[in-house]
């Protein structure tokens, strides 16, 4: 596609109940990132995807929270048990090359807004 | 620890010049950019600098200097759409992106 698409742009869910998020990234890109961000914050790294490698998931903050990317393309990040310090908006990323080879040019989705009643 | 600090917000005249200061201490360096977020929008890219000195790119230009771990971004001929976030970002050792908090640009005719 032409740019980075994200569904839902919104989801309001009960505490407790489960979500999954939807990106997809621009085509032929090999990164992709997912980012938490509060709001007035930046971007917080939860996880990282080379193809359908996650080279590194050290910001996932719990294991409620499971990311995936099966055909290194479109990726899913899910989210069990919502709890109310899970409200934000969930950014995707994707770059052309891999994160070693990256001059930065990270290309974002416009988020999935979730809050968490 | 890693962090990166900018100001919160800032304000300027519509035409006139602003710069946008950003410190930072991070386990490695392999860049530091900068992205401009309108209010619920995605982050676009600005800039990348990974050497010291300053890089032009039209009314934006980002200055770098690694012995003291900062970057500027100066913004001329200030237009109302440039009312915005600018978000400080860099590559760490891992190559992993560690952001700033973001400066919110007010922009006053």
């Known amino acids: 596609g032409a740019g980075v698409s994200q569904s839902p742009r919104y989801k309001v869910a009960k505490r407790g109940q489960d979500v999954a998020l939807r990106c997809d990234p621009i085509s032929g890109h090999v990164s992709l990132f997912w980012y938490q961000q509060a709001l007035g914050q930046g971007p917080e790294f939860l996880t990282y995807f080379q193809n359908e490698a996650q080279l590194d998931k050290s910001g996932l903050p719990s294991d409620r929270f499971f990311a995936e990317r099966p055909e290194g393309s479109v990726s899913t990040l899910k989210i069990q048990r919502t709890q109310q310090e899970d409200s934000a908006v969930y950014l995707c990323?994707?770059?052309?090359?891999?994160?070693?080879?990256?001059?930065?040019?990270?290309?974002f989705g416009e988020g999935s807004r979730l809050t968490v009643l | 620890g890693q962090n990166i600090d900018q100001p919160t917000e800032m304000t300027a005249t519509e035409g006139a010049i602003v710069q946008i200061n950003c410190t930072y201490q991070t386990s490695g360096f392999n860049g530091l950019f900068w992205y401009q977020q309108h209010a619920g929008e995605a982050p676009t890219f600005l800039s990348y600098?990974?050497l010291d000195g300053l890089e032009e790119k039209g009314r934006f230009s980002s200055f770098l200097s690694r012995s003291k771990g900062y970057s500027y971004l100066l913004l001329k001929e200030l237009q109302m759409k440039d009312s915005a976030s600018y978000l400080c970002a860099v590559s760490d050792s891992n190559y992993q992106l560690i952001w700033g908090a973001g400066t919110k640009l007010i922009i006053k005719p």
């Open positions: 990323a994707s770059s052309l090359a891999p994160a070693g080879a990256n001059t930065g040019e990270l290309f």
């Open positions: 600098n990974v």
